[in-house]
């Protein structure tokens, strides 16, 4: 099964290399002020996990920068993860506005906030 997992895990990494979408042009000035926006926004994520990639893809063609955290290979983002976000489950939007972290799980939800934060 872990072979069967690598292998696929292979196969979406290199299909998300081969057609990584564009990023959403905009102003200097209007860039500058979505990546403030989104300073404090982490991705605790897989490399291969699919909806990891879903989100990432999204964060891409938004044109987002958004620090990506790997769970899997790095233990400090984990226990981050589990003891901060309640549990290990990825792909995780650890949101910090205002002094308030907001932990939003699901991919569908991650990305409707993140359009939502773009627009």
Same mark, same amino acid.
């Given at each position: 099964m872990k072979l069967v997992r690598w292998f696929l895990g +292979?196969?979406?990494l290199f299909f998300?290399? %081969? /057609?990584t979408? =564009?990023?959403k042009k905009r102003a200097s000035d209007?860039?500058?002020k979505l990546d403030q926006q989104t300073s404090q926004?982490? $991705?605790?994520? /897989?490399?291969? +996990?699919?909806? +990891? %990639?879903?989100v990432r893809r999204a964060i891409k063609r938004e044109g987002l920068n958004i620090e990506t =955290?790997?769970?899997?290979?790095?233990?400090q983002y984990r226990q981050e993860l589990l003891e901060?976000?309640?549990? %290990?489950k990825v792909p995780c939007l650890r949101i910090e506005q205002n002094g308030q972290v907001q932990w939003l799980y699901e991919s569908n939800d991650?990305?409707?906030? $993140?359009?939502?934060v773009a627009a």
């Open positions: +292979c196969i979406i998300n290399f %081969v /057609f979408p =564009r990023s209007e860039q500058a926004f982490k $991705l605790y994520q /897989f490399k291969a +996990c699919p909806f +990891c %990639v879903k =955290r790997d769970a899997k290979n790095n233990e901060q976000g309640g549990k %290990v991650i990305i409707a906030y $993140l359009n939502k």
